[in-house]
């Protein structure tokens, strides 16, 4: 069974600092695009920043130049530097990833993880 754990939410000023990290875990073949999602309230989830299966990082617009994704393959791993975090980043942080199972033939399944709330407020 895969899991995806997520870490690091939590409260910050605005102006300030935070760091999430997500780590697939399980029987896995492979992990191919891994990214962070976020849903305020009484708003739909939204793209925040995301790898592609090819390695290409995109973010969301409203987040560019202050959010920063990376990735550790080797850990399944997947990291979000949020800097100059504003009011409007309050929501909950998803993340999700693209997992191949151990299966014959091989095949590809959404994961998401479980939430970890990011409030940002003074």
């Known amino acids: 069974q895969v899991q995806l754990v997520e870490s690091g939410g939590g409260l910050v000023q605005p102006g300030g600092s935070l760091g999430l990290s997500c780590a697939a875990s399980?029987?896995?073949?492979?992990?191919?695009?891994m990214g962070w999602y976020r849903q305020a309230p009484g708003k739909q989830r939204e793209l925040v920043a995301g790898?592609?299966?090819?390695?290409?990082?995109n973010y969301a617009d409203s987040v560019k130049g202050r959010f920063s994704i990376s990735r550790d393959i080797a850990k399944n791993t997947v990291y979000l530097q949020m800097n100059s975090l504003k009011p409007e980043d309050t929501a909950i942080y998803y993340c999700?990833?693209?997992?191949?199972?151990?299966?014959?033939?091989?095949?590809?399944?959404?994961?998401w993880g479980q939430g970890t709330q990011v409030t940002v407020s003074s």
């Open positions: 999700n990833a693209g997992v191949v199972l151990r299966t014959s033939p091989l095949r590809e399944y959404l994961y």
């Open positions: 399980g029987s896995m073949f492979s992990v191919n695009a």
């Open positions: 790898f592609t299966s090819g390695g290409s990082a």
